[in-house]
């Protein structure tokens, strides 16, 4: 574990980018929480919360959850005892109004250190479309991580299937997305001092490294 330091960081990324591998095991070194929202957002809906409810009513119509809901489900995630050393954050925020109703929560003692993963479209695209997975939810990679026999789970013998939105078309667009709305993003954090740009091309340990130096040179 890295010593004596109070970490309060965000992991940014492209689609594929890595940064949940990346976040969960920075987490794991500091000894504070990893905040996946996307996962938190799911939790706190199962869970009935307020919170949770409230998003859940625009789920229900297939409408993106507010802003203010879900920066309010972060804050108050933070908020818990477990997290008064630190935290790591990964999938949030999501754009630049995020980025600042959550400066605005957090008051004077801000984000410590923002790191932003730069990947290539072309991998992104490598990395998703070469995805498959069973019906039970088991991921395989046709490069990286293929199954013993080809099209089958490993696990449970389904047949593995490209999901709809892991085509190179939907990446495509998804990349674009991210771009635009992380421009913004960046610059506001850039603006703020706390920026730091990560190479993640290479494999999840070249770019664990990099982010471990990183964090322990900000230190």
Not at 22 to 40: F, K, Y
Not at 102 to 115: N, P, S, T, Y
Not at 183 to 191: C, D, H, P, T
Request: hydrophobic share 40%; glycine share 12%; proline share 5%.
């Amino acid at each position: 574990m890295m010593g004596g330091m109070t970490r309060r960081i965000l992991v940014l990324g492209p689609p594929a980018g890595g940064k949940g591998t990346q976040a969960e095991r920075l987490a794991a070194e500091l000894g504070v929480p990893h905040i996946a929202t996307g996962d938190m957002l799911r939790q706190e809906v199962a869970e009935g919360s307020e919170l949770g409810r409230r998003a859940r009513a625009f789920m229900n119509v297939g409408e993106l959850v507010p802003d203010k809901i879900v920066v309010a489900m972060v804050v108050d995630r933070i908020s818990r005892p477990d997290a008064s050393g630190g935290w790591v954050v990964d999938g949030f925020p999501r754009n630049v109004h995020q980025a600042q109703e959550f400066d605005g929560e957090l008051g004077a003692h801000g984000v410590d250190l923002v790191i932003a993963l730069e990947v290539p479209h072309a991998d992104i695209i490598a990395r998703i479309s070469g995805r498959r997975t069973c019906a039970n939810g088991h991921v395989y990679h046709v490069e990286h991580k293929p199954p013993k026999e080809q099209g089958v789970c490993d696990i449970d013998g389904e047949p593995l299937f490209q999901r709809e939105d892991d085509t190179e078309e939907v990446i495509r667009h998804r990349i674009e997305v991210y771009v635009d709305k992380s421009r913004a993003l960046l610059e506001f954090y850039g603006s703020k001092g706390v920026l730091r740009v990560v190479d993640g091309s290479g494999n999840p340990d070249q770019t664990y490294q990099h982010v471990s130096a990183l964090v322990t040179a900000e230190g």
